[in-house]
């Protein structure tokens, strides 16, 4: 009786184990809300989510990749070289006569399709040539770069319509204070109204794709067949799945959302930047770990690599809103990085024997 009461105690500790990361979120936030004045507040978490969606989409790309035991360190220059794309396309097509509107939506559509090449050139690479994905992306990290740097011609693409601007900037919901709510526009109101603020553009556009992918891993075949490579590559094989195909997809995928992500940046800050996404490849490596996926491949999902992204974006807006220098997160997400890997390994996740 007693052993059993024991064995109880001690599941209960590995299942709050488990949860460590949402723990750490939960004391990242009263620390902040403590320390960093201001931090507690609606426009605060919106800006977390408005500068987060980046790395949102950055670490969901990368997790698929992951969970198929390999990595994508081409992600964060494909996502420049989609700002860039994005931003002349833009540009050229509103100066040929088009409206804003038509021009923006044929500049995103044209720059998604591109940024599926580099995908397509990665996964080939990867799973008919048995190229190493590390050489494979890294070799294309340099080849998206140069690209990217020829395109720019050392000049930021310019002359964008303001309603890139308007899209980027603005937010989904708008309250009228006595009353009324607008939905993408903010309403014309008299003077000394309140108009409050909900939901930015693009943390709504990023949140649909991610639910959308979420989905897709979790109910449908091609998330089932994505965990079976990354558990047994051989057993998948042998189940019939081609494994070849899938990774070239898979690799596809993860320079789609790259994309994206290239395009939401150029929303926001209406210019393109060959290296806007070099800097997120370890915040999102990171966010899958802490999200608890295995590097080896087999495990993961999408909605606790966000709440590892989460951590991330949330620690770095608490240490800007407290004035302390933002390369200092990368100190402290090494060390989270560091601390996610052995507390996984002390807080291992159920086999099904047990």
Same mark, same amino acid.
Do not use: Q
């Given at each position: 009786m007693q052993s059993l009461a024991k064995r109880d105690r001690i599941d209960m500790l590995l299942k709050i184990g488990r949860q460590w990361a949402l723990i750490f979120l939960v004391a990242e936030l009263v620390f902040f809300s403590l320390m960093a004045r201001g931090f507690l507040s609606l426009n605060a978490f919106q800006i977390i989510f408005f500068f987060g969606t980046a790395i949102f989409?950055? *670490?969901?790309? @990368?997790? $698929?990749? +992951?969970?198929? /035991?390999? +990595?994508?360190l081409s992600a964060g220059y494909v996502m420049g070289l989609a700002t860039i794309v994005s931003a002349k396309l833009i540009a050229a097509f509103y100066q040929s006569g088009m409206d804003s509107l038509s021009s923006i939506i044929l500049g995103i559509i044209i720059t998604l399709v591109i940024g599926l090449i580099p995908g397509l050139i990665n996964g $080939?690479?990867?799973?008919?040539?048995?190229?190493?994905? $590390?050489?494979?992306?890294?070799?294309? =990290?340099?080849?998206?770069?140069?690209?990217?740097? =020829?395109?720019?011609? @050392?000049?930021? *693409?310019?002359?964008?319509?303001?309603?890139?601007?308007? +899209?980027? #900037?603005? #937010? $989904?919901?708008y309250f009228v204070n006595g009353g009324g709510i607008s939905f993408f526009s903010r309403p014309e109101v008299p003077r000394g109204v309140k108009v409050y603020e909900f939901l930015p553009n693009v943390v709504f556009i990023s949140f649909v794709f991610i639910a959308v992918f979420a989905f897709i891993l979790a109910r449908t075949k091609f998330g089932q067949h994505t965990y079976a490579i990354g558990?047994?590559?051989?057993?998948?094989?042998? &189940?019939?799945?081609?494994?070849?195909?899938?990774?070239?997809k898979i690799y596809m995928l993860s320079s789609f959302l790259a994309s994206l992500a290239g395009v939401l940046y150029v929303l926001?800050?209406?210019?393109?930047?060959?290296?806007?996404?070099?800097?997120?490849?370890?915040?999102?490596?990171?966010?899958?770990?802490?999200?608890?996926? &295995?590097?080896?491949?087999?495990? /993961?999902?999408?909605?606790?690599?966000?709440?590892?992204?989460? +951590?991330i974006a949330v620690l770095e807006t608490g240490l800007r809103i407290m004035g302390i220098p933002t390369f200092d997160k990368y100190i402290i997400v090494g060390v989270i990085l560091i601390s996610a890997v052995l507390i996984d390994q002390f807080f291992p996740e159920p086999t099904y024997e047990e």
């Open positions: 989409l950055m *670490a969901t790309a @990368e997790l $698929f990749v +992951i969970i198929t /035991g390999g +990595i994508d $080939f690479l990867i799973s008919h040539l048995k190229v190493p994905p $590390f050489i494979a992306t890294f070799s294309m =990290l340099g080849i998206c770069h140069g690209v990217s740097e =020829l395109l720019i011609s @050392e000049k930021a *693409a310019k002359n964008l319509p303001l309603l890139a601007n308007e +899209i980027g #900037n603005g #937010n $989904f919901i558990g047994n590559k051989d057993a998948a094989i042998r &189940s019939g799945i081609n494994v070849n195909r899938h990774i070239v926001k800050y209406v210019t393109g930047k060959a290296d806007a996404g070099a800097s997120l490849l370890l915040d999102s490596i990171a966010a899958v770990v802490i999200g608890g996926a &295995s590097l080896y491949g087999g495990k /993961g999902t999408v909605w606790r690599t966000i709440l590892g992204a989460l +951590i």
